[in-house]
């Protein structure tokens, strides 16, 4: 049975490897805040506005998630435009205040942790410089006002430096496998963003290759990746994928409901020269506040490197246990994680009272079930249950289907 809808064909055998290498289930991101759900699950999926047309030999969609696989580019800089409207209400900066908040609980409480740092991404348009040089040697740095957040992971050392606060944070990896799982914690890069979605591909999705495009000064292929389950708030996803190194250059994904990007990340500049060797040197600066991560044990990064608890991967339509007492159920885009936070859920205006109880309750609709009430949040992409007894239902679905797990769990 085929999963994929190509323009081109595909054999039976070339199917189940292809099903082989992508059958993993997406992974969720568990919030602190219900604003942090929206924020952490940058990693799920990206409309592409492509600027021209290059006329490039016939690819399949197989073929071209296979040249993804392969890229194996070694030396490169460039730069990415990141932008994202998952829709939240205006708050003020309230939310990135919360966003970093709940990511930085579980960090050492320095404004350079990437983990708490990287969150801004979450919201609003950014620029991030990139340079790799092999396993060993990466730079990621956020461009801000009058500022800069850089990352930089060189050998066994991460190295995290916020010019705003003037604080350093400073990681000591086993090998440098754990220091550039440290280093990559937020997906930053439409490389990065094309395979955590590509994790999603299985039968409950529709893959082909649509188009040309050109991202950046590069020629590419447009490949356009759909659920086919219409409770999935995941529109379309693009990945523009250069023809040559089979790198993807731009990642875009729109939702079910319409209306511009929710995330669109795309090189600006690229470039596969090897960057200069200084490019990723650290001195600590002056007068600056050193943090170092007691996250490691015998020199080994503990965990995955990513912020959250992300969930195993599914079986076959039966419920997977997660870290942390998370399950996930479902399988595919429809897929549901759900937690217990082992206390009373959002409260409500007269529980909280004043101004902040009614303010809670415009965010989010009341609903009921068979599993009592609860409050429904909603981004345009991201959408979270939490029952008055405390449950925690979240997905890329609608709230019909969070409630219906409710019901059933």
């Not at 060189?154 to 090998?175: A, E, F, I, L, Q």
């Not at 195993?312 to 419920?319: A, E, F, T, V």
């Amino acid at each position: 049975m085929a999963p994929y809808e190509s323009d081109d064909s595909t054999s039976a055998g070339e199917t189940d490897d292809l099903r082989a290498g992508r059958r993993k289930a997406a992974r969720y991101v568990v919030p602190v805040a219900v604003v942090g759900v929206a924020a952490a699950t940058i990693g799920l999926v990206p409309a592409l506005a492509d600027s021209g047309d290059p006329n490039l030999p016939k690819i399949s969609a197989q073929q071209l998630i296979e040249k993804i696989a392969k890229s194996d580019v070694q030396q490169m800089s460039g730069t990415v435009k990141i932008s994202t409207d998952l829709g939240l209400p205006d708050l003020g900066g309230l939310e990135s205040s919360l966003t970093s908040g709940a990511t930085r609980g579980s960090g050492d409480g320095s404004s350079a942790d990437p983990s708490a740092k990287l969150t801004e991404l979450a919201t609003g348009t950014h620029t991030v410089r990139v340079a790799a040089d092999g396993p060993d040697r990466q730079k990621l740095s956020l461009l801000e006002n009058a500022a800069e957040y850089s990352l930089i992971h060189n050998g066994k050392d991460v190295w995290g430096y916020d010019s705003r606060s003037n604080s350093v944070y400073h990681s000591t990896g086993h090998d440098s496998t754990d220091a550039r799982k440290k280093q990559e914690q937020a997906p930053a890069t439409p490389d990065q963003l094309a395979k955590e979605a590509l994790k999603a591909v299985d039968g409950t999705t529709s893959v082909s290759v649509q188009g040309t495009a050109q991202v950046a000064g590069r020629d590419a292929y447009r490949l356009v990746i759909k659920p086919k389950d219409t409770g999935s708030t995941v529109g379309q996803i693009t990945v523009a994928v250069d023809a040559k190194t089979g790198l993807p250059l731009k990642f875009t994904l729109t939702p079910a409901s319409g209306g511009a990007a929710v995330i669109d990340a795309g090189f600006t500049q690229i470039s596969f020269a090897r960057p200069a060797a200084s490019t990723f040197d650290f001195k600590t600066p002056k007068g600056a506040k050193v943090t170092e991560d007691k996250g490691h044990e015998n020199g080994a990064l503990k965990g995955d490197g990513r912020h959250g608890a992300p969930g195993k991967d599914l079986g076959k339509g039966m419920p997977g246990k997660g870290p942390d007492g998370m399950n996930v159920i479902g399988e595919g885009w429809d897929s549901i994680a759900t937690f217990d936070t082992g206390g009373k859920g959002v409260p409500s205006g007269s529980d909280a009272g004043g101004q902040f109880g009614g303010f809670l309750d415009s965010l989010g609709d009341k609903v009921t079930g068979t599993f009592g009430s609860g409050t429904v949040f909603k981004t345009r992409l991201i959408n979270a249950l939490i029952t008055d007894d405390g449950k925690v239902y979240v997905g890329a679905v609608d709230k019909d289907a969070l409630v219906k797990a409710a019901n059933a769990g």
